[in-house]
C-alpha cells in the first residue's frame, strides 16, 4: 500500500533554532501533499496545501515566512519551522494524495513531535 | 462549506461490549467521508471510507460505518471492543476531488476497560 515517510520523528532544539521537516512518499507521487499542525488532545488543523513546482496556499492565520514550505519533487515536500520559539511545540503530520477521485483517501506520515526549550 | 461533527467527546467502553462513535457532515454536495485512527504519539491510519458505492462501509480491525444520507450521519461502530481499539478516532469529510484537503472532525477519545 500506499506509504508516506515523515521525518524526523521527534525534534527538540533551543529558542530561535530553525527545524526541517521531510515529508516523502515512497510508492506513489504526490501532486499535492498537505501539512497539519495538531496541538495536545486537540484535532488536526491544516497549516497549508503544499503543490509540486508551485508555491504552497496556506491556510488564514498560518504565518508563510515562518512555516516555509518547498515542494520540490512529486515525492518530497518540507516544512521549515524558522526560528522556532516554544509556541511553536506541536505535532506536526504531513500527508500525501494521489490526485484523482475525491474518495482516493489521504496517507499520513507518522508526525513530528517538535519541542522547543 | 464541509464540515462533521463529533457528537462525542470521549467514549468509554468495557471490553467486548458494543462501540457506537458518531459523526453528522454537513455538506453541499454528496461527500467523501472517512473514519481514521490515531494511537497516542502517531500518525493517523485509516480505518474505511465511504465511496458512494455501498452505504454500510466495512473497515479494518472489525469496524464498519453506515452513510445515512437522511440524518446526514455517518457513525462509527464495532461490534466488540477490544483494549487495542483505545485511541483517538477522526470523523472526516473531504473536497470533490483528490487534491482537496481533509477537514477533520474534532476527535473521539476511546477508552476500554478491562
Known amino acids: 500500500g500506499a506509504v508516506v515517510s515523515q521525518h524526523p520523528s521527534r525534534v527538540i532544539c533551543k529558542s530561535g533554532t530553525s527545524v526541517k521537516i521531510e515529508c516523502r512518499s515512497l510508492d506513489f507521487q504526490a501532486t499535492t501533499m498537505f501539512w497539519y499542525r495538531q496541538f495536545p488532545k486537540k484535532s488536526l488543523m491544516l497549516m497549508a496545501t503544499s503543490n509540486e513546482g508551485s508555491k504552497a496556499t496556506y491556510e488564514q492565520g498560518v504565518e508563510k515566512d515562518k512555516f516555509l514550505i518547498n515542494h520540490a519533487s512529486l515525492t518530497l515536500s518540507t516544512l521549515t519551522v524558522t526560528s522556532a520559539h516554544p509556541e511553536d511545540s506541536s505535532f506536526y503530520i504531513c500527508?500525501?494524495?494521489?490526485?484523482?477521485?475525491?474518495?482516493?483517501?489521504?496517507?499520513f506520515g507518522d508526525g513530528t513531535r517538535l519541542s522547543i526549550l | 462549506a464541509q464540515s462533521v461533527t463529533q457528537l462525542d467527546s470521549h467514549v468509554s467502553v468495557s471490553e467486548g461490549t458494543p462501540v457506537l462513535l458518531r459523526c453528522n457532515y454537513s455538506?453541499?454536495?454528496?461527500?467523501?467521508l472517512f473514519w481514521y485512527v490515531q494511537h497516542p504519539n502517531k500518525g493517523l491510519q485509516l480505518l474505511l471510507k465511504y465511496t458512494s458505492a455501498a452505504t454500510l462501509v466495512k473497515g479494518i480491525n472489525g469496524f464498519e460505518a453506515e452513510f445515512k444520507k437522511s440524518e446526514t450521519s455517518f457513525h462509527l461502530t464495532k461490534p466488540s471492543a477490544h483494549m487495542s481499539d483505545a485511541a483517538e478516532y477522526f470523523c472526516v469529510v473531504r473536497g470533490n476531488s483528490g487534491n482537496t484537503p481533509l477537514v477533520f472532525g474534532k476527535g473521539t477519545r476511546l477508552s476500554v476497560i478491562a
Open positions: 455538506s453541499s454536495y454528496s461527500p467523501s
Open positions: 500527508s500525501a494524495s494521489q490526485g484523482g477521485n475525491s474518495n482516493q483517501p489521504q496517507h
